[in-house]
């Protein structure tokens, strides 16, 4: 990958910011322009240098990009996307950061045009419980998984100059199809998401919640730290990712009741063998990761 | 509370272990007796003066006891109150730390005759993921809830006993019924738990299970974090709470099948309800517990 001249973070927030940040540590970026709707996150991501100016969706700021990430919450990504299209010069590659990919590149294929050549559609698995340009931080990508799901439109150039980047990061990229992407993040990532959400709502609807609350300890606490996360941000995702969520939601429905059929039967070495064998599961999974 | 000349522990692992150690540095207790089947964990309970002396389920051990707690396995307990009942001393105050307490109640009223008047179920709500002497700690129950389940037949000055000893410890003890108790841990430990391995082993047993774990990030693993807790401790509790487990398995199946419902039909409002008031209720929680 050639220097990046000028670089365009659209929603400078976590994941922008530390994108921006990264890039700079590596000295893969010329100028980096960010774009936001809160005066204030913008105001921040100058005094912290993640940017060097603020910039508008607008010819001045996207006509000669080298590249544009779209960073901001998925719901905006519609709105962005059309005011983009007419902008873009001829030259600009563009890519995103969302949690859910069929959705996206419907999205880009409605509205961007001729210009779909050159977006390429991304997801970086990291983040943390924390948001906005004051919790970037450079070495958020750094031996993180970032996925890519190009385009069969797609300028392989494009391709290789948003791998290029993420790998300067420090991400380890690998290529997905769209589907592909939703089903296993639907199973690694939303699917927990909804099942944490789901049992803190029932303790808190239930009519001795206070008291059941105050007995939850630590296993509690960890199961349902992503019952902290953001529910709009949440909300999108499951509405984007509906399909591969619900086929989700269903085998874990069957899996419940198969462990619920165990129990009532009283077969205890059916619930050993289960038990042991997930744990057994996740350790290997720990070791491989480490 | 009078001091403990003589404490007899059985079972002396991170629980039992932290016992002693707790009203050791309290100045509560005077002898400390291990029992244990494990000769390797007796002589690390005892270099490291968790226990004075090795002892066995005999009367020499037992009958001048002041108090016998019982922490070993749950799944060992029908043998421990066999052998203990003929053993007992008229004045031998005798409490457990089991995670389920209906089950060990009938068990003691079975087995304890006369004896019932002075065993009072207990459970305290501590723990991590180690086990064993060399794990146990003082401070493993500081601020930590105890749950003491008192039966008709206990004499008050031994449901006073244990409840003095328990706050020597730094505990925070409250009572209950021990149907009650089985309820309240059914709903905010045990369903977790059941959840978890549920997760993990679908995941485990789907064909693509290699791809799907590489992609799992830091919100799977703190989910699935009592995943890997001791399989057959867990097997134990799910059998001796079946009851009051199933029932919180078939709510939470209406809770997940209200969700489903809802993502569904695409209610971005009431999916946005749902989220923001389970991360809502557990800020409350987190906020309340600290």
């Known amino acids: 990958m050639a220097r990046i001249e000028k670089l365009v973070i659209v929603g400078v927030g976590l994941i922008g910011g530390s994108f921006a940040l990264a890039l700079k540590a590596a000295g893969a970026v010329g100028r980096v322009i960010g774009v936001g709707r809160g005066a204030q996150n913008i105001r921040c991501a100058l005094d912290l240098k993640i940017i060097d100016a603020a910039g508008a ?32 010069g001829g030259r600009t590659i563009v890519t995103d950061a969302g949690s859910t990919k069929q959705d996206v590149v419907e999205l880009a294929r409605r509205e961007l045009g001729g210009s779909i050549a050159r977006f390429v559609p991304g997801h970086p698995i990291a983040g943390t419980e924390k948001s906005g340009a004051e919790a970037a931080f450079a070495g958020l990508y750094r031996e993180r998984k970032v996925v890519l799901t190009p385009l069969a439109e797609n300028d392989p150039e494009a391709i290789a100059w948003v791998r290029a980047a993420w790998e300067r990061c420090g991400a380890r990229v690998s290529e997905m199809k769209p589907e592909e992407h939703d089903a296993v993040l639907a199973s690694v990532s939303h699917l927990p998401h909804v099942l944490a959400f789901t049992l803190v709502d029932l303790v808190a609807r239930h009519e001795n919640a206070k008291q059941l609350f105050s007995f939850a300890a630590g296993g509690f606490r960890d199961f349902t730290r992503i019952a902290s996360s953001s529910p709009e941000m949440w909300r999108d995702i499951c509405l984007a990712n509906r399909k591969a969520l619900l086929a989700e939601i269903d085998r874990y429905r069957g899996g419940l009741d198969e462990i619920r059929a165990i129990i009532d039967c009283g077969d205890a070495k059916a619930l050993d063998a289960l038990f042991s064998g997930a744990r057994d599961a996740r350790e290997r999974w720990l070791k491989d990761a480490q």
């Open 57 to 88: 969706l607008d010819a001045a700021t996207l006509a000669d990009a080298g590249l544009v990430l779209l960073s901001m919450p998925v719901g905006q990504m519609p709105t962005v996307m059309r005011s983009l299209a007419p902008l873009l």
